[in-house]
């Protein structure tokens, strides 16, 4: 068969190539882009899950703070709501995301640790007990007023508060934990069918404070097993779960009805 060469015009070749660059995908997750100050998703695998996650250095550009919210202003009643909370915030001011941040009584008071603006709301709870709470180690999700997030559990938390080594400006206390410093909490068994909706927060190699809440029932273990392998967390901790879980993000069509005791989010300032 005769070789030959087909020549198309420079400009015929120009818009096919830039055909081609409009099509590429455009990757929203916030591992590739470090400098993103947050972002929201769905994800697949390793089960259906949302995740928000935050650039720990976002926090200290003034437009951004991390904060728990549970009554609302002026006020003993509980917000109980994302709707009671959107239609509370200053007009200036965007909530880009939100979850339940922890568990709570018949009152929706916080059972454990809570600081809120600098105010201790519930001491430190080191009891023994029943139920995921008690579930031990258990930790605490805390920042201080540099926004520096940490979570520690809860007894290391106890020494460095005797130590005025931790300053929380904000704290939430629950459990269990899911990772310790790189470990899979012990007591979770890799055999289990307690499947379940959970939620949980995760301070991670990459720079990132990741929230996430399952979108299918998982165990205990494959939730720990999110953090620890998929996410990079080498801590991480368990808000809650079942029907407690909520998670409000309108940028991937995300906003829970449920009431709540204490909730956490990012918001924005629009000034």
């Not at 997030?149 to 106890?158: D, G, H, K, P, Y």
Request: proline fraction near 6%.
């Amino acid at each position: 068969m005769p070789s030959f060469t087909l020549s198309l015009p420079l400009w015929v070749i120009a818009l096919f190539s830039l055909s081609i660059s409009a099509c590429q995908p455009i990757s929203t997750d916030a591992a590739d882009n470090k400098t993103q100050n947050w972002s929201c998703q769905t994800q697949d695998v390793p089960f259906s899950y949302s995740l928000c996650s935050i650039n720990a250095e976002a926090l200290t550009d003034e437009r951004y703070s991390l904060k728990l919210f549970w009554q609302q202003p002026d006020s003993t009643q509980s917000l109980l709501t994302f709707d009671t909370l959107l239609a509370t915030l200053p007009s200036n001011q965007a909530l880009n995301f939100a979850m339940n941040a922890g568990m709570y009584n018949e009152n929706y008071a916080p059972i454990g640790y809570t600081i809120i603006d600098g105010e201790e709301i519930k001491s430190l709870n080191l009891k023994e007990g029943g139920g995921n709470f008690h579930l031990l180690p258990n930790g605490v999700l805390w920042w201080d007023k540099l926004g520096n997030v940490r979570i520690t559990e809860s007894n290391t938390l106890n020494k460095q508060l005797n130590s005025s080594k931790a300053q929380p400006w904000y704290a939430t206390q629950s459990g269990p934990m899911l990772v310790i410093n790189n470990e899979i909490h012990p007591q979770f068994n890799p055999d289990s069918t307690s499947l379940k909706i959970r939620n949980g927060a995760g301070v991670c190699d990459d720079g990132h404070i990741k929230f996430v809440n399952s979108d299918e029932p998982v165990t205990f273990y494959q939730f720990a097993s999110l953090f620890k392998d998929d996410l990079s967390c080498p801590n991480a901790l368990f808000l809650d779960g079942g029907i407690a879980s909520a998670l409000y993000a309108p940028s991937i069509d995300k906003h829970d009805k449920k009431e709540m005791g204490v909730m956490i989010g990012l918001v924005e300032n629009k000034d």
